[in-house]
Nanobody, 119 residues
């Protein structure tokens, strides 16, 4: 069964850090591009970060709003993708989703994890 499960969300004060994890199972492996998205209440889902295929991690890319604060990484041995989030701001509050995609197959989504940045 193909599955993506996010974890690591929670409540954090502005300036704090959180590390999200996305655990993949089934046919999802290091050949997939992995992306993080987020969706705040009343807003459309927006792309946050991506990491290319490859056991060693691959090319990374970030939305301008998180560049320099967030880091995406891949652990192929554990089949997980992490999103390290530093210097969090209230505008980072959202449900964060993990996506797996490769050419020729449908994308897969996790159920999301809530991140709330508030004092």
């Amino acid at each position: 069964q193909v599955q993506l499960v996010e974890s690591g969300g929670g409540l954090v004060q502005p300036g704090g850090s959180l590390r999200l994890s996305c655990a993949a199972s089934g046919s999802i492996d290091s050949s997939y591009i992995m992306r993080w998205y987020r969706q705040a209440p009343g807003n459309e889902r927006e792309w946050v970060a991506a990491i290319g295929p490859g056991a060693s991690g691959g090319t990374t890319a970030y939305a301008d709003s998180v560049k320099g604060r967030f880091t995406i990484s891949r652990d192929s041995a554990k089949n997980t993708v992490a999103l390290q989030m530093n210097n969090l701001k209230p505008e980072d509050t959202a449900v964060y989703y993990c996506e797996a995609k490769k050419l020729g197959v449908p994308e897969y989504w996790g159920q999301g994890t809530q991140v709330t940045v508030s004092s």
